[in-house]
């Protein structure tokens, strides 16, 4: 049966015999339901079968029947045990729903009863130890182990179901299957299975399992548990199953078994919940038709995902765009809907500073001081309708300005630019028309009003009568008539331009709503004011003409751009027309300073100041480029209660590379008016003053009004998110920024950039005007606002022209499907989720970049060998895992270092010639460079910059086969110079990267067995992080240098450095890898794992002066350890936070101890007294002042250390450092005097060219 669309949600039940059989009609369809003991539904409906996870009348009718046996209950413990047969109605006017009204079979999963627990007999889970560190994504070793172990389990499986198999040749049959699985063993395809798999090192110390630790077997299982007597530990150690590619859940079945799972099948479970987006139903009803063995119900699924995730690693890097930088130029900001469950339990703890919006009167920032003109002037602008008899009397009063002639009256000029266009009527028919409607001579029906189409088409008005793009409003209707149509009072002069002129009147509307009729503060925010005040001064002071010659300073305003293009030659011919602009256009660039005087004004009012306000305070403080130290050291000044503020599930946000550099600033007035609005009203806290023009509002609904903050790249990386479980304002996404990028971006794409603006202009003007900041509407969103044209995406096409401004909704169509499978979680839970997501998205995107031939969206591209060779830094599973990220290279190289005057001596590699040295794809031999662009169709070299460059093969270069060829000259000993490179050079090395594939070859092997490709270095642009490869082709180098100098040591002075060969000192410098090898896990102390690293480079600890050793901190900051053997003394170099990392140092002083006695003996040992040498932290050395150049910093320190001398760098010397590293890692040496002079120029066609 099936009724009309109106009909009313009920439900009725009827006991028949035995069983209780609901008649529920949902949705105009009848069906019927009944439910088994166990509470599980059956139903008729034909419709709903085919989405049973779904049913809506299942979901209507549960609470009706929970709500009946619970009174059924109620009824037997009184004794009453009659039942009625009789019919019961129910009826419920709103049942329940999930996000959007969809109803989720995923509701309330969270919190339901499980089948999974702890036995009583099992410690307490605050007494286990905790779990080990995981890959984000599996690495070759962990997908191999895994293999393994589920190859075990088929095969045990086997051999238990024969044994439980009928008793005929079973005995034959489990020896052959015995036999198989022996040799299976030996070679290593399955494991034997005659020891219990315990964990080699406890999660929470690091302390290794020793004889002295008794393991205790799991009854019936092959794991194990031991128990941790490291110092304060004491912790039960308990099968995580890391090592071996497994994942322990750490909870009981209903038969008391521990659930081990691999991480394939996690990872598949991953691939539904976060990849694919759908529920953990419909991926736990997979996974139980796809796995025998598998028989969690939903809620245990959740448990083991999250339990998981907890586990994973999400490397920095993955939110760092390989083109912007950790510190983009252009930001989007996007606010998804959020909803989860138990949001009142979410308090995010964050440190924040009282800055709220000061009283500026608008009236103050525009160049039209009356607010009721300016109402007249956008009314005027945008519509027909007939002007009131006051606004006639106003504008007539405006109009007798232009007859006093004031010359400095900005109200006067912009009179006469106004009336120019639209002029006042003077003739009494005309005069006697305002007020009123003329008759139209064709009226427009209904089929006859204009029509969109494109994004247009989409436009929709809310229920709050707010204009939006997209949604389930009503289609916006565009007025029948429009401005055109006006008539009378200050109808549009057709006469001097025609109505179908549209270029003319939309260039026109345009500049004088930006003017005239909003306010104009942050017009040329960004741009350079003193140029515009010199064209707006040549337009008042200077004669016809002579203004075209600096109109460039308006070129990146597009609607003035347009405007004085268009009325070149009026301006020209009229003198009066040509004063009045350059009035105008004075006023509005010189609101810049007036603005930050009444700013200054108000923010140090000493009614503020008593208030608390700290506007003044803070933007003097944090107007720079601060760091995270400065941060920090304003942190520990702070009283915290005792809060973690770094713990991810305490401030709910995540910005991976972005550590925090400024406090958050708070309006606490606002947010208490934010609380009175609920429902449908409008809300008043979004409009920024009385200045704001803009049509656009947030609404408030209660349940709906959390929201995730993706702070997004133009490239579609997104370095972090914020989630708020309260109203969405603007104040939290300025609050982000400012919290989180160093250098402000030069642009936010915001889809509320007006009212941003508004809001920054009030709290925080001086910050954003100190980076030159500008908000500027996303090209979807704009066409609902009608807000100033300054936010407008193509009146800035300098800052928007191939800017994806819509990238956030790219993110937000991904993240947004999520919304119904995530929502029933508790926030903590979703937080995990959430970032994983991001993660995963920002790999795939990463590794588009950075491919040579990107495939389809739809092509399956496996991102696990991607990210583990470009991403993350080394695998998690440590020394034990066998795949290359694990195995972490000693950098042991034999550089042999040849007499001076001996001659080349090749290992049977000719010379390659220029043609082969474009060849990117031989990584044989030691040529790279590539030739002239003629023979390289890859665009090598295409640049105008470098077209009369030739580059070669490096002079005297010989690869690590082969011997060093010095000839008569002298080794240069310096460290890199910080003079810019010449412009060729500069351009050389651009060339080597420009127009090229990332996986194109630079520099084939070098002294430390690396091939560097394009991708290694764009690392050395901007304040890119350097990674890896950079770092230790480098690290060889200083090392080579160090042989050349012992060689040399007897020959006496060096040329060009001005040092002695004696002063310089015995130094080793090991790679980017030996602390992690040595520390690499939380706690743990592996010298066995580095003992041989110093013997295979010669490095005698007893001859030696100094060991440098770079150090990466929590896969964030490099910092640097010099071992000064000499001066029996330690020095930590930290260029960013400058302080005392002492775990760094105990690690360092353990390992240089043990190395003394390996080497030396004890005796020596305690002749050093190692744990009594000086500490020294960075005692005056460079600060960095960026958010990525650590490494450079740690390389040039390296690099002056190395030869016994002080730091001879500053921060501002970064960029020409990069290009000097870029320059020595070409050549593959720091022995060469003028090492640019290698990239030798063709001469001919430099000539030619002159």
């Excluded at 795949?883 to 950098?891: H, I, L, S, V």
């Excluded at 001066?1127 to 760094?1144: I, K, M, N």
Aim: aromatic share 8%.
């Amino acid at each position: 049966m099936h009724l009309g669309s109106m009909a009313a949600d009920f439900a009725v039940k009827k006991q028949l015999g035995s069983s209780l059989v609901w008649v529920a009609l949902y949705r105009s369809v009848f069906s019927l339901v009944s439910f088994s003991a166990a509470n599980a539904a059956a139903y008729n409906a034909p419709s709903c079968r085919r989405f049973r996870s779904r049913c809506g009348h299942v979901t209507f009718v549960r609470p009706l029947h929970e709500d009946h046996r619970a009174t059924a209950a109620a009824g037997d413990a009184m004794g009453n045990t009659t039942r009625s047969a009789s019919y019961e109605t129910a009826v419920r006017a709103d049942p329940p729903s999930a996000i959007d009204g969809v109803p989720d079979d995923d509701v309330g999963i969270e919190s339901a009863p499980c089948d999974t627990a702890r036995s009583s007999t099992d410690a307490a889970e605050a007494a286990v130890s905790a779990r080990v560190r995981r890959n984000m994504l599996p690495c070759a070793g962990e997908i191999e182990s895994g293999d393994v172990w589920a190859r075990t389990a088929d095969w045990r499986g086997l051999f238990l179901r024969c044994a439980a198999g009928s008793a005929a040749g079973r005995a034959n049959h489990l020896a052959t299957l015995k036999g198989i699985m022996e040799v299976m063993g030996n070679a290593g395809q399955v494991h034997h299975l005659r020891q219990p798999e315990v964990e080699s090192y406890c999660g929470s110390c690091g302390r290794r399992r020793g004889e002295q630790h008794v393991v205790t077997k799991e009854a019936a299982l092959i794991i194990g548990r031991w128990t941790c007597y490291g110092p304060g530990c004491g912790r039960q150690v308990e099968y995580d199953g890391a090592a071996d590619g497994l994942f322990a859940l750490r909870r009981r079945d209903k038969r008391r078994r521990w659930l081990v799972f691999t991480r394939a099948l996690l990872d598949k479970l991953y691939s539904y919940i976060i990849t694919a987006r759908t529920t953990h139903t419909a991926a736990t009803r997979h996974l139980s038709s796809d796995v025998f063995c598998f028989n969690l119900r939903r809620q245990d699924v959740v448990k083991l995902g999250t339990a998981m995730l907890r586990t994973l690693v999400i490397p920095p890097e993955t939110a760092i765009c390989s083109l912007c930088g950790p510190n983009p130029k252009f930001v989007v900001i996007d606010g998804q809907a959020l909803g989860c469950s138990d949001p009142d339990d979410a308090n995010p703890a964050r440190l924040e500073e009282e800055c709220p919006v000061l009283d500026i009167p608008a009236s103050s920032l525009c160049a039209i001081a009356a607010p009721p003109l300016r109402a007249v002037i956008t009314k005027i602008l945008r519509s027909s309708a007939p002007l009131t008899g006051p606004q006639v009397v106003l504008m007539k009063s405006w109009h007798e300005l232009i007859s006093i002639n004031d010359k400095a009256c900005v109200e006067t000029a912009a009179a006469r630019v106004f009336f120019r266009f639209f002029p006042l009527a003077t003739n009494t028919a005309a005069s006697s028309a305002a007020g009123k409607r003329a008759p139209q001579s064709s009226p427009v029906g209904k089929d006859d009003a204009p029509q969109f189409s494109g994004l247009e088409s989409k436009l929709r008005k809310d229920e709050d009568g707010n204009v939006t793009l997209g949604g389930k409003g009503t289609p916006f209707k565009v007025a029948a008539e429009t401005w055109r149509d006006r008539v009378g009072i200050c109808s549009p002069d057709f006469s001097r331009f025609s109505k179908s002129d549209d270029g003319a009147w939309l260039n026109v509307r345009l500049f004088l709503q930006a003017l005239l009729g909003e306010t104009v503060s942050g017009m040329f925010a960004g741009h350079d004011e003193a140029a515009v005040r010199l064209l707006s001064n040549s337009l008042r002071l200077q004669g016809s003409g002579k203004w075209r010659d600096i109109s460039a300073a308006i070129d990146g305003v597009g609607f003035l751009t347009n405007f004085f293009g268009w009325f070149a030659d009026d301006i020209d011919a009229d003198v009066e027309f040509r004063m009045a602009l350059g009035l105008v256009l004075l006023r509005a660039v010189d609101m810049e300073v007036t603005v930050d005087e009444l700013f200054a004004s108000a923010a140090n009012k000493k009614e503020n100041v008593d208030r608390g306000f700290v506007n003044a305070e803070s933007c003097r403080k944090w107007s720079g480029v601060p760091t995270s130290a400065d941060y920090r050291g304003w942190r520990e000044k702070q009283e915290r209660g005792g809060l973690d503020l770094d713990d991810l599930l305490m401030s709910y946000e995540s910005f991976p590379n972005l550590d925090r550099v400024r406090p958050g600033i708070k309006d606490t007035a606002a947010k208490l008016r934010r609380v009175g609005f609920k429902g449908k009203d409008r809300h008043a806290a979004d409009v920024e003053g009385d200045g704001d023009a803009c049509n656009k509002a947030f609404s408030i609904k209660c349940g709906l009004t959390q929201r995730v903050f993706n702070v997004v790249c133009t490239h579609v990386v997104t370095p972090g998110f914020r989630c708020h479980f309260r109203a969405e304002s603007v104040s939290e996404a300025l609050s982000i920024v400012l919290e989180r990028f160093p250098k402000l971006p030069e642009v936010i794409f915001y889809y509320v950039a007006c009212k941003l603006d508004k809001n920054a202009l009030r709290r925080v003007r001086p910050i954003l005007r100190a980076h030159g900041v500008r908000c500027i509407l996303d090209r979807p969103h704009s066409i609902t606002h009608t807000c100033s044209p300054i936010y407008m995406p193509d009146e800035s096409l300098g800052s928007t022209a191939g800017v994806a401004t819509q990238v956030a909704e790219v993110s937000h169509s991904i993240a947004v499907a999520n919304r119904t499978s995530l929502a029933y979680m508790h926030p903590s839970t979703y937080m995990l989720h959430k970032m994983m997501q991001v993660a995963l998205i920002n790999v795939r995107k990463l590794q588009r970049l950075a491919s040579d031939n990107v495939a389809g969206e739809n092509d399956h591209v496996p991102l696990a060998p991607f990210f583990h060779s470009h991403i993350s830094r080394q695998c998690q599973r440590g020394s034990s895992c066998s795949c290359a990220g694990a195995r972490a290279d000693d950098n042991s190289v034999e550089h042999k270092i040849a007499d001076p005057e001996a001659t080349v001596v090749e290992r049977g590699e000719p010379t390659p010639t220029p043609a082969q040295l474009i060849d990117t794809t031989a990584c044989s031999g030691a040529g790279h460079v590539p030739a002239d662009e003629s023979s390289d169709d890859r665009g090598v070299g295409s640049s105008t910059a470098v077209d009369r460059l030739l580059l070669l093969r490096p002079v005297g270069h010989i690869g690590v086969d082969a011997t060093i060829v010095q000839g008569d000259a002298a080794v240069h000993l310096a460290p890199m110079s910080t003079l810019p490179l010449p412009g060729v050079y500069a351009g050389a090395l651009d060339a080597l990267v420009a127009d090229r594939p990332p996986t194109a070859v630079v520099r084939t092997v070098n002294k430390a067995k690396i091939t560097l490709t394009v991708f290694d270095y764009t690392r050395l642009q901007g304040v890119l992080w350097l990674n890896d490869a950079l770092m230790n082709s480098f690290v060889g180098l200083i090392n080579h240098r160090g042989q050349v100098v012992r060689a040399e040591r007897s020959r006496g002075l060096v040329g060009n450095g001005g040092l002695a060969l004696v002063d310089v000192p015995r130094v080793f410098m090991f790679n980017t890898f030996f602390f992690g090898r040595l520390r690499e896990r939380v706690g743990c102390y592996d010298y066995a794992g580095v003992r041989t690293w110093g013997f295979k480079n010669s490095l005698h600890v007893g001859e030696v002066e100094k060991v440098l050793i770079p150090v990466n901190v929590e896969n964030t900051h490099w910092v640097l350890v010099v071992v000064d053997v000499r001066e029996r003394s330690l020095l930590l170099y930290d260029s960013l936070f400058g302080g005392d990392r002492a775990s760094v140092i105990d690690t360092i002083r353990r390992w240089l101890r043990d190395e003394v006695v390996d080497r030396l003996g004890e005796e020596v040992a305690l002749e050093w007294g190692v744990e009594e040498w000086v500490l020294v932290c960075n005692d005056g050395l460079p600060r960095q002042h960026d958010s990525g150049s650590c490494g450079v910093f740690v390389m040039a320190a390296a690099d002056c250390f190395s030869l016994g001398l002080p730091a001879a760098f500053s921060p501002d010397d970064m960029s020409v450092l990069r290009q000097r590293m870029g320059l020595a890692l070409f050549v593959d040496s720091l022995t060469v005097a003028d090492p640019g002079s290698q990239l030798q120029l063709d001469v001919a066609a430099e000539t030619e060219t002159d």
